[in-house]
């Protein structure tokens, strides 16, 4: 569902691509703030079981509101239905994360070591599969389906989830007679926060500035309660030392979790062209589970071994920090691609600028006369042709008279009623706008088209069709017939033309209706990201029947889809070398008591990481290049810290054996596509990759 969410916004919706980047965000910072609540709820009341079963339904429902929603009949294309729907999928992931993976971890015995690895493995394997698929299927039901009046199926891309998530709870059901289920024990992550206030409460009573000989650490001061444990205050001082080296970590979340907003924004102005084939935006995020699939058993079985015979990023931290890099160099090449991009767009008005051109929609050559037409004054347009775009400050031109001075090709202009066929035209700030010279009844006219330059939200393209032979008020309608037969009806009034409507790349053969059949009068092909004026107007060598005539506004997309896809394997290593590892060094540095502890931590530094995006899309740097740019150095600067924090961490000895409550607690798939929980509390890690490095004694990490 995520796939195809930023669209959603940006086109249903109608949000501002700032907005639905942060919308985007905050429904993903939930989505990382609810599994710890889950978890505690697991295991202080009700138990992983019935949180898994309670929840999924809340989950289902946040799916089926919003596949109902999404239908313009019942939601109207207002924001107050996605908003109950994705509060109850945040809600809902809140139990589900947390336990799934350990709530099958409980099912294997003590001597089932070996089997619990494969299913772990089996089930990382699943995670990452089922992400592939929907990502690239998904973006597929959006587009390529039509539902309910509308040209794509956003109710379908929803809402088969939601009959997916209702099936899985019933096979879930069906299997209850075969669970061994445990009861809650508590939360360790609870106790943990409660020792920490109270040392905290205790050591503000004393005097922060205070010392005692037998206080040589603040976590000491919750001693001070009788009912406090020595064991854990030592533990929770091991897991603060970890905790320590988690502050950078968001930024690191930050750049990754953009591949389902900023990144998609982008792709929606390249070109998806792959022959027959058109690859949508949304569908570039496929290769993030693919490569992972990939990426994982080549650094495990061949990269971490040859850098290892090398010397270089042989411990975790290193490797983590490195990681944190890539994602950095990820962002330069979006970066630089955003350029490119920019690079191959039109010039269109910005600030106080507007833009003018010329259309000829009559039947002959014409020459016109105009302050407008700076540099090109008079400017000679022939027939079916149109001017360049003139690019002007619309403050210094305001009711400014265009003339035509030539029109012999049609007749002679001293014929006219008035001797002079001419009209005024202001100017706006970022208005474009297509002086249109035509024969209305056979008068020459000169008609004021306020040009469309945004390209569509989809990735298609977007065309007005102006009917020049058209009645003032006369309603006349335009069908535009593919090659599997996908009739779109245009609606025109007089001369004044169409709305732009987003039609999918390819041919097009136009028809009108006559005499109660269609008939066809021209053809046009239109491409990825390309914005067209399509004028229908009488040729004179055709003896005055009907031609059809396109006028590209906007260039379409050039830049290749597939551009992406270097930052998409970059950010993708990067996402191995960081998440895998910094789980697995969580795990080996952390007291037994406190993995937990660590678990929703690790949660938490995700969601924080979606909060950064949240504040910066909200600043609307507008500019995506620089955005992608300051996100890269915000990254470098914060590799820079994290390497200081792990040049002073000292490594602890990893347990040599692990018991079988701790064997629990490990979760079978990666930080982004899997989530489990121990006895304690949901969380995240990937047992089916170990590091094979031994930590050496107390060495520093970088």
Known sequence: MK???????????????????AVYHAFAMACYFTPILGAMVADAWLGKYKTIFYISIIYAAGNVVMAVTSIDAVGNSQAWG?????????????????CVAAFGGDQFAADQADILAIFFSLFYFAINAGSLVSTFITPIFRSDVECFGADDCYPLAFGVPAVLMVVALVLFLVGTPFYKMHPPKGNIVVEVVKSIFLALTN??????CSTHTDRSHWMDYALDHPDTEKQKVEDIKGVLKVLFLYIPLPVFWALFDQQGSRWTLQATVMDGSLGSFVLKPDQMQVINPMLI??????????????????YLLRKPLQRMGFGMFLAACAFVVAGFLQLSIDAAQNSHPTGKQASVRVINGAPCNVTLTSELFVGQNPLLVKYKTQSRYFILDSSLYNNEKVTVTDASGCFSISDTDN????????????????????????DLKLLQHITTISKSKKGDAVITILYMPGAADVHYSVYLNNSVGHLRKFRIHGNNGSLPEDIEPGKYQLMMEENNDNITIGTIEVDTGEVSTVVIQEDVEL?????????????????????????????????????????????????ASMKAVLQAAWLLTVAFGNLIVIIVSLIALGNPAVEFFIFAGLMVFVVVIFAIFA??????????????????????????????????????????IEQEDELGKHSTAF
């Open 543 to 591: 003896g005055g029947n009907l031609v059809v005539t396109k006028y590209i506004d906007v260039e379409p997309n050039t830049v290749p889809l597939l551009w992406q896809i270097p930052q998409y394997a970059i950010i993708t290593m990067g996402e191995v070398m960081f998440s895998v590892t910094g789980l697995e060094f969580s795990y080996s540095q952390a007291p």
């Open 647 to 688: 040049y002073f961490y000292k490594y602890v000895d990893p347990q040599m054996q692990e018991s079988e409550e701790d064997r629990s607690k490990l979760v079978g798939s990666d930080d982004k596509k899997g989530y489990g929980s121990d006895e304690n509390v949901g969380g995240i890690v990937n047992p089916a």
């Open 293 to 310: 699939l990939i990426f994982i058993p080549l650094f495990e079985g061949v990269i971490y071994p040859l850098l290892g015979k090398c």
């Open 3 to 21: 796939a195809v969410l930023t669209l959603y916004f940006t086109q249903v919706l109608l949000f501002t691509p700032d907005y639905a980047t």
């Open 419 to 442: 001797n002079t066929v001419s009209k005024d035209f202001t100017l706006k700030p970022k208005q474009s706008i297509s002086v249109i010279v035509t024969l209305v009844e056979d």
């Open 203 to 208: 050591k503000f009573r004393r005097g922060w």
């Open 82 to 98: 996605p908003a109950i729907g994705l509060a109850l999928i945040a809600l809902g992931t809140g139990g589900i994360k947390p």
